[in-house]
């Protein structure tokens, strides 16, 4: 696999257009620890140390069929079957959206658009490389239509090197957003059959404001559904503090009277206080006074 060190958004956008030819069409993904394999998931559940391309390696296809099949079996037998997924239902749809939903899965998640592997490279382990894996989509057998999938069984994806991908007709707005591609058909894509972006970890933050000022590329647009707004304003996730005066700011605009005016001007000067803002809680105030003169003069 050959490595090309990138430490901006313009440098990523250089690389991608030398090697821009023609038709062909390439899917991305990117991983927050350069060292990681492309792997499934359930690779890396099944091994002791799922960071060891080794151990990856050595995760036969019987182990790998086996937990899939009993994955599969065990959503049904508990009647944990997602709107649109009943016990006819190709196996591969089931699949598609427990991996969408978190579990450990066969599927490998790449996408068609090169800044989201960009910013899944940088969004994590911040003191690590990340890197974005380049995969040609003519290195895959394409699986087009709903009828490719709805006789066939896990096992017959699992049968050799052949990779598989596969972009499912509709699970969400999260697969729409992330122009979500997967692949399947090996527990872990061989390091040759793909290029690879180191991203230097001290570049991650400014790629990552990059990417949301430029590109509108965040956390909230890329897991656009309940869930991921959920995940996305967890305790662990960061918060512009300034953001938490929107909604005080919003109280002034929608004060219909002087008094109401005065009493959200106060209410603003004060959270502007808390988050230790001086400066502009001085302004809400000046401004709440001379709402309450001017009304103090009107009832002279």
């Known amino acids: 696999m050959s490595e090309t060190i990138i430490t901006s958004v313009a440098e990523f956008h250089e690389q991608l257009r030398q090697r821009a030819t023609g038709a062909a069409v390439f899917l ?12 499934c998931s359930a690779a890396r559940r099944l091994t002791k140390d799922p960071a060891d391309p080794l151990e990856i390696e050595n995760v036969s296809f019987r182990t790998l069929i086996g937990y899939l099949e009993f ?3 065990r959503a049904k ?6 709107p649109g997924i009943d016990m006819t239902s190709p196996d ?3 699949l598609a959206q427990l991996q969408h939903q978190g579990a450990a899965t066969g599927l490998i998640d790449f996408t068609r658009q090169p800044h989201v592997a960009l910013w899944f490279a940088c969004n994590e382990a911040r003191a690590e490389d990340g890197a974005v894996a380049v995969l040609a989509r003519s290195a895959t057998e394409e699986i087009g239509s709903r009828g490719d999938i709805e006789n066939r069984t896990i096992q017959s994806f699992y049968q050799g090197d052949t990779l598989w991908s596969w972009e499912p007709a509709a699970l969400g707005n999260r697969i729409v957003a992330q122009s979500s591609v997967f692949v399947l058909g090996v527990p ?3 390091s040759d059959m793909m290029e690879k972006f180191i991203v230097r970890a001290e570049s991650k933050d400014d790629i990552l404001a990059q990417l949301e000022s430029v590109y509108g590329i965040s956390e909230e647009m ?11 304003n967890a305790a662990n996730k960061s918060f512009d503090i300034n953001d938490s005066m929107t909604y005080w700011l919003e109280q002034i605009e929608r004060a219909t009277d002087d008094a109401a005016k005065v009493t959200a001007h106060s209410a603003c000067g004060l959270a502007y206080a808390d988050i230790g803002d001086d400066e502009k809680a001085q302004v809400q105030y000046v401004a709440a006074r001379r709402i309450a003169e001017r009304m103090q003069g009107l009832s002279d």
């Open 77 to 82: 037998m508990r009647g944990f079957l997602p």
């Open 92 to 94: 591969l749809e089931l």
């Open 222 to 232: 890329l897991f656009s559904d309940f869930p991921g707004f959920a995940v996305a």
């Open 71 to 73: 994955l599969i079996a």
């Open 28 to 39: 991305y993904r990117g991983q927050a620890e350069a060292a990681w394999p492309v792997s």
């Open 188 to 190: 872990a894509v061989a």
